[in-house]
């Protein structure tokens, strides 16, 4: 069977109802999720073009953790364990996506992934200096920590969030809003370079 562009059209049809009915199963089971726009780009060509819409979006939830202890990236971290959160905490409410650890003294950040969470990761008893106070706390090995880009390169740009159906305003800074009026803003048309062949 020849590629039309009404074969096109019926399976962007076809994946956008499967994407529909994925985003309503998981809004059924309380999940914040959002549909991705809609759009078929004029004049364009499924074997070159790039549209960049998104499928949909589900959230993932970040602890962030300030310490005062002076790393740049997980190959400098001074201990071989990281403490990441406190076990009554974590029985109360959703598990992370990640915990990032900020170094109060360079600024620099790591993070750990709930993904990573095996048997080496446990919870004990230490003492919380903020508090005052013993807490139960989750310790996993430090070799579990992974550097920015990595959590950076998993999470959306604010640009891309104009492809989000819905309102997306407590995501985006005020200075990165593109124009809704102006297609160019957006990328509409964007089309990948020819090759020199």
């Not at 914040?32 to 004029?42: E, I, R, S, T």
């Given at each position: 069977m020849s590629w039309t562009k009404e074969r096109f059209l019926d399976l962007v049809a076809k994946a956008h109802q499967s994407e529909r009915q994925f985003v309503a199963g998981l809004?059924?089971?309380?999940?914040?999720?959002?549909?991705?726009?809609?759009?078929?780009?004029?004049?364009?060509?499924?074997?070159?073009?790039?549209?960049?819409?998104?499928?949909?979006?589900?959230?993932v939830s970040l602890e962030i953790k300030v310490r005062q202890l002076s790393f740049t990236g997980p190959d400098d971290f001074p201990y071989d364990t990281v403490f990441l959160d406190d076990e009554s905490g974590l029985s109360k409410g959703p598990c992370p996506f990640a915990w990032v650890l900020i170094s109060k003294p360079t600024g620099a950040w790591v993070w750990a992934s709930a993904l990573d969470r095996s048997d080496d990761w446990k919870f004990q008893t230490a003492w919380d200096s903020l508090r005052g106070f013993q807490i139960r706390a989750l310790v996993a090995p430090a070799s579990c920590l992974r550097p920015p880009e990595q959590l950076l390169s998993l999470l959306l740009q604010q640009d891309q969030l104009q492809w989000v159906e819905g309102e997306i305003g407590a995501f985006i800074d005020e200075e990165c809003r593109v124009s809704?009026?102006?297609?160019?803003?957006?990328?509409?048309?964007?089309?990948?370079?020819?090759?020199?062949?």
């Open positions: 809004r059924d089971r309380g999940i914040a999720a959002a549909h991705g726009k809609k759009l078929v780009l004029p004049e364009h060509n499924p074997k070159k073009d790039f549209c960049p819409t998104l499928d949909a979006l589900a959230m809704k009026s102006d297609p160019a803003a957006r990328g509409r048309g964007r089309k990948t370079k020819k090759s020199a062949s």
